[in-house]
Structure formats: structure tokens, C-alpha cells
């Protein structure tokens, strides 16, 4: 009985039976690599922007500068996380940074005018929020079918969603004078990634 | 209702012809969403060119769209996610994959492509 799957030849190095199972379950492979790649270049843009630009500039507000180094050190453990599996499915990245950045599926986080707290929390916000929409879009395409590409795009979109509430809880407070609370802030060492890097997370 | 900052946006989608009002200051796709019409987007930033349109009658205001470029406007290509209407208007939907062939053509930023 066939199950759909093109066959790998023994010993066969040029084709990978881990991409001809979930293509053989209806994954469109080459558009979930120029997704992946899209979505992984915008981790990459954020862990820059977030720290070299915009952390820089919140100064006195020392508690929403530990808030965005955690959301920096995670967005870049999602980048980690994601880059090898780009590889494992036959893409790669562009040998060229400006050209990778063009690739981003989410706007560049730079540094708003003036860059007051409120407008830094507020584009911390809305990257978040694209950032969630960009990583759901592969759990959709994914689901029930892939499920490596599932597990690590859901674990980066768990640590999303998490941030768009710390930056919903800070911007209300900044803002509006508002109490939103995240429900869930709680992190050991910066960037603890609880669910990105794998580690035992906090489920009291 | 409309009114005079509302106007008529018509669109052809894939499923037929869909109409609705949508004021000056909101966003094309959202009115879209509120009137019942689901339509494709990811980032809701103008940028990753999911909701990619093609205007066929009208004006349309991308100063909101994080990445929308002359070259654009000039082929006739609107992003509905970030697009406000400045008139009537009647819009091709779904027109990504046109709209990442014109900008990889040009070498412009085609996130997806």
C-alpha cells in the first residue's frame, strides 16, 4: 500500500524523506521555507532593533529596559531555534545581510519620533502583535501535518503571545494610567526563553 | 450607512463581488473584516504584501503602510491592510502573488517571495 510518499532511494543523499513525508501530508515545502525565512529574518531585524536602538533609548524607565532585553534575548533564541530547520527542510538564507532584511515579513522596529516611552512601548507592541499573526500563519499551514516545523513555531508563538502582554500591561501604565495585568510576568535570568529553549517554565 | 466621509468600496474577490462603506480614517481591510468579508493578511503592517490588491477605480492613502513604494502606486498595487480610502473605490483582492512578482521584477523588498 502506498502512502503517498515519493520514494527515497537507498543511500540517496539529494533527497530528504523528512521533506517528502510532510509533503506527501499536502505541506506546500517551498513556501513554508520563504515563510520560515521571512518570519526569521524579522527575529533577527528585532533582536537589533529591540536592543541597539530602542533599549537605548528608555532611559530612566529601567524596568521596561529589563522587559525589552528579555523580549530581545527571546527573539533571538527564536531565530536560533528556527535557522536549522529552514536548512533541514532544503533552504537557506541569503549570503547577504541587507538582503535578508528585505525578507522580513514584520516592518523594522526603528526608533520612533520622538522617541518617547510611549511610542517605543507602543511599536514593541505591534511588532509583537506581528510577530504573532506571522507565527501562527505557519502553525495553520503546519498543523497535523508537519509536526517539527508545529512544535518549534508554536513554542516561539507561546513566548509571542507572552510578550504582547507585558508590552499591553506596560503601555496601559505608561499610557493610560491603566492596570492590564500580563497575569504570567515572571522571568529568572534575562532571556530565559522558557518554552523556545526548551526549559521547565512557570505553571504555578 | 454612508456618509460624507464614508465611502463605497466595491470588491471583486475570488468568491464574487462584495460591497461595503468604509470611512476616511479606517482601514480598508478592517472595514472589509467588520462587513463580514475575510480576506488574506498576516503582518497589518503594510509590509509582507499577503493583502495585496489591485485598485481598478479610485484613490487610496498608504501612508500608513510600512513598505509601499511609487513603483507600486504606479502598477496599480494597494495593501489593503494599511490602505485608507480617499474615495470610492473597486479593488481586485488577492493579488499577492502578482504584487511579490512586480517587486521581485523591480528589486524591491517581496517578503514571502
Known sequence: MSNGVTPVAHGDVTQRVGVEVIRARGVDVDKLIKMLIANAAAEFASTYYYYTILRMHLAGHEDYKEICEDARLEDRAHWELIVPRIYELGGELPNDLPTFHNMAGCAAAKLPDPPTAVNILTLLLESERCAIRSWIAICDMTFGKDPRTYDLASRILNEEIEHEAWFIELLAHERDGKSIPSGHFRRGEPGEAPYSKNRGFYNP | ?113
Not at chain 2, 504606479?74 to 489593503?80: D, H, P
Request: hydrophobic share 30%.
Open chain 2, 1 to 113: 450607512m454612508k456618509d460624507s466621509d464614508s465611502f463605497l468600496i466595491t470588491l471583486e474577490t475570488p468568491k464574487g463581488e462584495r460591497s461595503f462603506t468604509c470611512h476616511r480614517n479606517e482601514f480598508i481591510w478592517n472595514a472589509a473584516a467588520h462587513s463580514g468579508i475575510s480576506l488574506p493578511a498576516i503582518c497589518h503592517q503594510g509590509r509582507c504584501l499577503t493583502c495585496a490588491g489591485r485598485l481598478l477605480a479610485g484613490t487610496v492613502d498608504q501612508s500608513s503602510s510600512n513598505s509601499y513604494f511609487p513603483e507600486d502606486k504606479q502598477a496599480g498595487f494597494v495593501l489593503l491592510c494599511t490602505g485608507r480610502p480617499c474615495s470610492d473605490l473597486r479593488i481586485r483582492t488577492h493579488e499577492q502573488f502578482f504584487m511579490r512578482q512586480h517587486r521581485t521584477k523591480l528589486g524591491l523588498p517581496a517578503p514571502y517571495s
